[in-house]
């Protein structure tokens, strides 16, 4: 499976922003597609994953401020992020996981900035 982000980009803090995930086939909905971010000189870290049939983990970093959704029809998984900080800029990588298999994205860039 191949994972490709969009939606990336410049923002105000205090903006918004959504960004998207494309799967290259059906995910299996047991499965988390979710995301994770690195910002220069720190580690990858989660922002929010999802799965059936359990409530969404969010990083506590985020927890109120992003919302993850996922349309297994569409083989798309959503990151709404509002509230925008300078803090949030990173690379966001999409990412699937399960059943030992683990995918990531080539990412995209998202900077809050004014």
């Known amino acids: 499976v191949q994972l490709v982000e969009s939606g990336g980009g410049l923002v105000q803090p205090g903006g918004s922003l959504r960004l998207s995930c494309l799967a290259s086939e059906t995910i299996f909905s047991g499965y988390w597609m979710g995301w994770y971010r690195q910002a220069p000189g720190k580690e990858r870290e989660l922002v929010a994953r999802?799965?059936?049939?359990?409530?969404?983990d969010y990083g506590d970093s985020v927890q109120g401020r992003f919302t993850i959704s996922r349309d297994n029809a569409k083989k798309t998984v959503y990151l709404r992020m509002s509230s925008l900080k300078p803090e949030d800029t990173a690379v966001y990588y999409c990412?699937?996981?399960?059943?030992?298999?683990?995918?990531w994205g080539k990412g995209t860039l998202v900077t809050v900035s004014s």
């Open positions: 990412n699937v996981r399960g059943d030992g298999n683990n995918v």
């Open positions: 999802i799965r059936s049939g359990r409530d969404p």
